[in-house]
T-cell receptor
Framework: SAVISQKPSRDICQRGTSLTIQCQVD?????MFWYRQQPGQSLTLIAT?????????ESGFVIDKFPISRPNLTFSTLTVSNMSPEDSSIYLC?????????FGPGTRLTVL | AQKITQTQPGMFVQEKEAVTLDCTYD???????LFWYKQPSSGEMIFLIY??????QNATEGRYSLNFQKARKSANLVISASQLGDSAMYFC?????????????FGGGTRVLVKP
């Protein structure tokens, strides 16, 4: 199974600012996924990040708001830009491992 | 489009008893995978069990078993001998196997509270 770490684990931010979340995997993976979980809700996919190409965003998510970088096969970042209280969520990165999909520990973001 | 439905928002279960969490899915693709994840209050997503659409046997992993009824499009999770540490949110998810972008689609989740 893949071991995934995320930084920061949690943060409290002011509205209008941006936060970059890092995701590190202990093995090379082709695709990395970024999910958002709003309070009391299920997980929703934000985008899929392949190394060396633009991320593919799901409906309702745009690159200007959630820019993603994927500089190599073990690392990715998600930036939450111009934050508002509605962005308060847990953000999780995920990778495929064999037949299943593993998740990082999540970044708990609170926007004031 | 794929859809996952979990109709039980919350459940109580007595310690040491078994509990069944319901999950129904909808897809027109013949090749797909079904997953169950546990999310404790810490927020991490813990993979529990997987069932492929072509698997003949129901999946089992320790105290977890998946009751896969393909014709009914259901994939219920059974937790046997519940423990206090099983108290958490449980999510059913589906992944359709495609050439690219094998994303997971999640159900709304079921909160389980194990009573001593």
């Amino acid at each position: 199974s893949a071991v995934i770490s995320q930084k920061p684990s949690r943060d409290i931010c002011q509205r209008g600012t941006s936060l970059t979340i890092q995701c590190q995997v202990d093995s090379q993976v082709t695709m990395m996924f970024w999910y958002r979980q709003q309070p009391g809700q299920s997980l929703t996919l934000i985008a899929t990040a392949n190394q060396g190409s633009e991320a593919t965003y799901e409906s309702g998510f745009v690159i200007d708001k959630f820019p993603i970088s994927r500089p190599n096969l073990t690392f990715s970042t998600l930036t939450v830009s111009n934050m508002s209280p509605e962005d308060s969520s847990i953000y999780l990165c995920s990778v495929e491992g064999g037949y299943t999909q593993y998740f990082g520990p999540g970044t708990r973001l609170t926007v004031l | 489009a794929q859809k996952i439905t979990q109709t039980q928002p919350g459940m109580f279960v007595q310690e040491k008893e078994a509990v069944t969490l319901d999950c129904t899915y909808d897809t027109s693709d013949p090749s797909y995978g079904l997953f169950w994840y546990k999310q404790p209050s810490s927020g991490e997503m813990i993979f529990l069990i997987y069932q492929g659409s072509y698997d003949q046997q129901n999946a089992t992993e320790g105290r977890y078993s998946l009751n896969f009824q393909k014709a009914r499009k259901s994939a219920n999770l059974v937790i046997s001998a519940s423990q206090l540490g099983d108290s958490a949110m449980y999510f059913c998810a589906m992944r359709v196997v495609k050439a690219a972008g094998n994303k997971l689609t999640f159900g709304g989740g079921t909160r389980v509270l194990v009573k001593p």
